[in-house]
C-alpha cells in the first residue's frame, strides 16, 4: 500500500549482480551472531539457583530464548535483500557510499569529548563542544563561534541549574556557574 | 465526572498552560526543523521533566507529540524537505502547490486538516481509553504475554525497509530489557560488573543515543546539502466551499489515521502514506496528485494528526506504545513512577482526561501558530547546521547525565548513538529497539509468570480464547510481508 510514493526502485539486474548473498549483509550477520554467541556465553555464567526457588524459571532461561530469536532472525538477513528487491525496496540506499569524513572525524570527536567529560566537568564540556564542533563542521568565521561558546554554554547551565535544579559536575577543574 | 474536571482543571492553571505552550512550540520547532523530530524532542526533554508534577509533565510532552506532527508539515511545504517523517506525504502535494506560488494555501489546508484530524482522533481516544481499560482489567499474565508479543509483531510492518530488521531490532531492545538483576531470583544479568546496570539499563540516556546522537552523526553527511526555500509570507485559512468539498477527504483520513494509530507500533508515517493514497483512490481527480492538489494535503495531514491521537490509546490503556513517540511517553511515565495500563487509567482516571486536555490545546493552538507563526516557523530551517547540531549534542550530554547525575549514562547515551547510526545506516530502525525496549519488561514479567500459572507447559497458554486471539494476529501479521512479496513477484511474472 505504500508504493505509490515510494523512492526510485532498484532494478532486478542489480539483485541478480549481488547473487543469492548479500556480501554487506553477510558481515552484518556475522557480527550480529558473534554478538550473540558471546552474549549466549555469558548467560551460561549466570548463578543458577535452586529450582523450587526459580520456580522452574532459571534467570539465563529468558535471555537464552530471546538470543536464540535475534540469531535465527539473523540467518536471514544475507538473502533477504532477495525478497526486497521484489518489493521494489533499496537496502544499500544508506550504505552505497562509504562513511563520510566528516561523519568519521565526528564520531572522533564525540568519543573523545564524552571521554574527557569527567575531568572537565559539564561546563568546560558545553564551551570546548560549542568551540570546537562548529569549526569541525565548517563554520569559518571565528566571532559567531566564540559568541556561541560563551552564551550558550552559560545560558544552558543557567537554565537548568537554577530554574530546574540539575546538579552539574564541576570535573577536576572544578569549573562551575 | 470528577474526574473530568479534576483532569481538564490542568487547563485552568497559569503554569500548566505555559508548559503545554512550551510543549507545542518546541514540538512545531523541532517537527519544522529536518533533522529534529518529536521523539528526540520528547527524549531530551523527559529528564528535565523530572522535577515537575507527573500529569503536568507528561501533558507537556503528549503535546510536545502532536505539535511535532504538524511542525514538520511546514517544510515539507515551503523547502520540500519533511521536518518529520509523517510528512514525507504532505511533500507531494505541498510544495508544488507553494511552488506555483500558493504556499499560504498549502499551509492553511495542512493546518485545518491537522486540527480536524488531531480533534476527532482525540474524541475517539476519550471514549476508547476507559472502555479498553475496562475490558484490560480482565487479562491476566497469558493474556498480557500473548498481547505484547503481538505489539512486538507489529514491528514487522512498521514503517521502515525491512520487516525482518525490524523484528531483529525490537529483539535487541528487549534483550536490552533484561539487564539488570533478575526480579525472581535476584541473580545479576549482563551488568558486567558496573553497578549502575543492577536496576537494568536506564532508558533516556538510550533513548537520546538512539534519536539525537544517531540523527547528529547521519547529519554530519548532508552538510553540503543545498534546498530551495519558498517564503510564506502569511498562512490563508481555506474557504468554506473548499473546506465542505474537502470533507469526506479530511473524515477518512482522520478515521484511517486513528484506527492505524490504535494499533501497536504503527505510528502517524504509516497513517500519512495510508491517507495520501487512499484520498488519492478516492479522488475524482486522482491524476493531478503530485501537481498540488489540496485532497493531497489534506489526506496525509489529516491522517497523521489523527494517528497521534489514536496512538495514545494503547499506550494509556493497555501500557503498549501505539508509536515511536508514543514508546518514549511510556519511558517517561516510567521514569515518574507509573506502571502504564488499565490500572492508571481506572485508578487515576483524570489522567487521561488531563492528557485529552493538553492535546486538544494543542490542536487548537495549530490554528494560532499557523496563522501567526507560520513565517517565523519557515525561517527556523536557516539556522545553520554548524551551530544547531552541536546545541542538540550539549542537549544529549546535559540530558543523559541529569538522569541520575551519572556519567556512565553519557557514556550509554553515546554507545547508543554510535550503534543507532550503523543501525539507521544497515536499515534497523530506532523505533523498533525502543518498542522492545518498553515493552521487555511486560513480555518476561508476563512469560514468567504465565509459565508459573500452567506449570511450564506453554501449550496450555492457548486455553484462553483470547491468547489464541492475539497469537492468530501475530501469526497473520508476521506473515502477512512474506505473502505480500511472493503476491508481487506472481503480479510482476
Not at chain 1, 39 to 62: D, R, W
Not at chain 2, 411 to 438: C, D, E, K, Q, S
Request: glycine letters at 10%; charged letters at 10%.
Amino acid at each position: 500500500m505504500t508504493e505509490s510514493i515510494q523512492t526510485p526502485t532498484p532494478s532486478s539486474g542489480n539483485a541478480r549482480a549481488i547473487g543469492l548473498v548479500h556480501p554487506v549483509d553477510l558481515v552484518v550477520t556475522l557480527i550480529i551472531l558473534s554478538g550473540v554467541s558471546y552474549l549466549f556465553y555469558e548467560t551460561t555464567t549466570f548463578a543458577e539457583v535452586a529450582p523450587m526457588f526459580a520456580q522452574n524459571i532459571q534467570p539465563s532461561m529468558y535471555p537464552q530464548i530471546l538470543l536464540i530469536i535475534i540469531g535465527a532472525l539473523a540467518v536471514f538477513l544475507p538473502f533477504e535483500h532477495i525478497l526486497l528487491t521484489r518489493k521494489g525496496k533499496d537496502i544499500d540506499k544508506e550504505r552505497r557510499d562509504s562513511i563520510p569524513r566528516l561523519t568519521l572525524f565526528t564520531m572522533a570527536f564525540l568519543i573523545a569529548i564524552v571521554a574527557a567529560a569527567e575531568t572537565l566537568g559539564i561546563l568546560l564540556t558545553m564551551i570546548a563542544i560549542s568551540l570546537i564542533m562548529p569549526r569541525l563542521w565548517g563554520q569559518k568565521k571565528i566571532v559567531p563561534i566564540l559568541m556561541f561558546a560563551t552564551v550558550f554554554p552559560v545560558l544552558v547551565v543557567l537554565l537548568f541549574s537554577k530554574v530546574l535544579s540539575v546538579y552539574f559536575d564541576p570535573g577536576l577543574f572544578g569549573v562551575a556557574l | 465526572m470528577d474526574a473530568v474536571i479534576l483532569g481538564l482543571s490542568l487547563l485552568l492553571e497559569f503554569d500548566n498552560i505555559m508548559l503545554i505552550t512550551f510543549g507545542v512550540l518546541i514540538g512545531v520547532l523541532v517537527g519544522a526543523l529536518p533533522g529534529l523530530s518529536s521523539p528526540m524532542a520528547i527524549a531530551l526533554l523527559t529528564p528535565f521533566t523530572i522535577q515537575l508534577e507527573p500529569i503536568p509533565a507528561i501533558a507537556m510532552l503528549a503535546a510536545l507529540y502532536c505539535a511535532g506532527t504538524f511542525g514538520g508539515s511546514i517544510t515539507a511545504i515551503l523547502i520540500n524537505a519533511p521536518g518529520a517523517p509523517p510528512s514525507v506525504a504532505t511533500a507531494l502535494d505541498g510544495y508544488p502547490m507553494a511552488k506555483r506560488g500558493e504556499p499560504g494555501r498549502a499551509l492553511g489546508l495542512a493546518t485545518v486538516a491537522s486540527v480536524c484530524g488531531g480533534v476527532l482522533s482525540l474524541i475517539v481516544f476519550i471514549f476508547a481509553a476507559p472502555a479498553l481499560a475496562s475490558v484490560a482489567l480482565q487479562f491476566r499474565p497469558p493474556e498480557y504475554f500473548a498481547l505484547a508479543v503481538f505489539a512486538l509483531s507489529m514491528l514487522a510492518s512498521m514503517t521502515g525497509k525491512s520487516s525482518l530488521r525490524n523484528l531483529i531490532s525490537g529483539g535487541v531492545g528487549v534483550l536490552l530489557a533484561t539487564i539488570g538483576i533478575h526480579l525472581t531470583t535476584g541473580i545479576e544479568r549482563f551488568t558486567f560488573g558496573i553497578p549502575e546496570f543492577d536496576d537494568g539499563i536506564n532508558f533516556v540516556p538510550v533513548l537520546i543515543g538512539l534519536f539525537a546522537m544517531g540523527e547528529l552523526l547521519s547529519q554530519s553527511g548532508t552538510l553540503n546539502k543545498v534546498v530551495e526555500r519558498i517564503h510564506a509570507k502569511a498562512m490563508q485559512l481555506p474557504t468554506w466551499a473548499e473546506l465542505k468539498s474537502l470533507k469526506g477527504c479530511i473524515l477518512r483520513s482522520s478515521g484511517i489515521g486513528t484506527f492505524i494509530g490504535i494499533l501497536p507500533a504503527e505510528g502517524s508515517t504509516v497513517a500519512a502514506i495510508v491517507g495520501y493514497n487512499e484520498a488519492k483512490r478516492f479522488s475524482k481527480v486522482s491524476h493531478e496528485f503530485g501537481t498540488g492538489t489540496p485532497e493531497g494535503i489534506v489526506g496525509p495531514e489529516a491522517a497523521n494528526n489523527a494517528a497521534a491521537g489514536g496512538a495514545m490509546v494503547p499506550t494509556l490503556a493497555l501500557g503498549i506504545p501505539g508509536s515511536g513517540s508514543t514508546a518514549l511517553i511510556l519511558a517517561a511515565l516510567i521514569m515518574h513512577g507509573f506502571r502504564p495500563g488499565p490500572y492508571l487509567i481506572n485508578e487515576t482516571p483524570e489522567f487521561v482526561y488531563a492528557i485529552f486536555g493538553a492535546m486538544f490545546f494543542a490542536n487548537i493552538a495549530f490554528l494560532a501558530i499557523g496563522l501567526v507563526g507560520a513565517k517565523f516557523f519557515s525561517l527556523v530551517t536557516f539556522v545553520p547546521k554548524n551551530f544547531l547540531w552541536p546545541a542538540v549534542f550539549i542537549f544529549s550530554v546535559i540530558g543523559a547525565y541529569s538522569a541520575s547525575s551519572s556519567f556512565i549514562d553519557v557514556y550509554v547515551m553515546l554507545t547508543a548513538g554510535l550503534i543507532g547510526y550503523f543501525m539507521n545506516r544497515h536499515g534497523f530502525g530506532a523505533a523498533p529497539l525502543v518498542m522492545g525496549l518498553i515493552l521487555g519488561k511486560l513480555v518476561e514479567e508476563s512469560f514468567s509468570q504465565s509459565m508459573i500459572i500452567y506449570d511450564n507447559n506453554f501449550f496450555a497458554l492457548m486455553e484462553s480464547p483470547i491468547v489464541l486471539f492475539f497469537f492468530a494476529l501475530t501469526f497473520i501479521n508476521l506473515s502477512t510481508p512474506f505473502w505480500t512479496g511472493f503476491r508481487k513477484q506472481k503480479a510482476n511474472t
